[in-house]
């Protein structure tokens, strides 16, 4: 029985840290002893302790000998190498679901992601904006069906979701992006594969260069 539980209690562990980290509320430079973590979460150690071990294979903390563990600042230089990634890869994955041709009813959860930014956008609503934009590019890659590529990228996104609520508030509101997706779920519909392929491509370019513009000029933490 114990054995069927440990792998349940690390697994919650890793994702109410994850939660934290990525929601921005154990920001970076947040570091605390691996005790206090532990009973912050109501857990035993154990399972804190091999949480931890895969948040820092995913590059989100850094376990310190007799400190705990830092939670890792958002690098300008990480980013630039995960958007340039991305932006290789989720265009064609956008063309390639374009080229399927799918029908309304395959594609009404991205229509409703899409709907539900656009609606937070309207009511200034950024973190229900920022968890929207987040879903629709799980979802559109999750469409795709390249089940390695998902699960490589989707590390990516964890970043970059990360970045996205640190700097949410440090940039305009987000009009222009809101704009774009639809024009991506729009070329999809119609079956375009070029249009999908360019307008991913310069939506995650210019993110890039806004986030990334933002990133160095208020020079976020480094440690």
């Known amino acids: 029985m114990l054995s069927e539980l440990k792998p349940t209690r690390v697994e919650d562990a890793y994702l109410r840290l994850k939660d934290e980290i990525l929601q921005n509320r154990m920001p970076p430079g947040f570091q605390a002893p691996e005790p206090e973590i532990a009973l912050h979460l109501g857990m035993s150690r154990t399972p804190v302790r091999e949480a931890l071990i895969r948040l820092e294979n995913e590059g989100l903390v850094r376990l310190i000998p007799r400190r705990g563990a830092l939670v890792l600042p958002v690098s300008a230089g ?59 590019h799980r979802k559109l890659l999750a469409m795709h069906a390249n089940n390695r590529m998902t699960n490589f990228v989707n590390t990516l996104f964890d970043q970059v979701h990360r970045a996205r609520m640190t700097t949410l508030r440090l940039r305009k509101p987000p009009e222009q992006s809101t704009r774009e997706h639809r024009e991506i779920l729009d070329h999809i519909i119609a079956g375009d594969v070029e249009k999908a392929r360019k307008s991913f491509r310069a939506h995650r370019e210019r993110a890039a260069d806004e986030l990334l513009s933002i990133l160095e000029s208020y020079r976020l933490p480094a440690l």
């Open 78 to 136: 990480d980013m630039r190498e995960i958007y340039e990634i991305l932006t290789a890869l989720e265009p064609e994955a956008a063309a390639s679901l374009a080229r399927k041709k799918p029908d309304a009813g395959s594609l009404q959860e991205l229509e409703a992601i899409t709907l539900a930014m656009e609606s937070a956008l309207a009511n200034g609503d950024l973190d229900a904006w920022a968890d929207a934009d987040d879903r629709f």
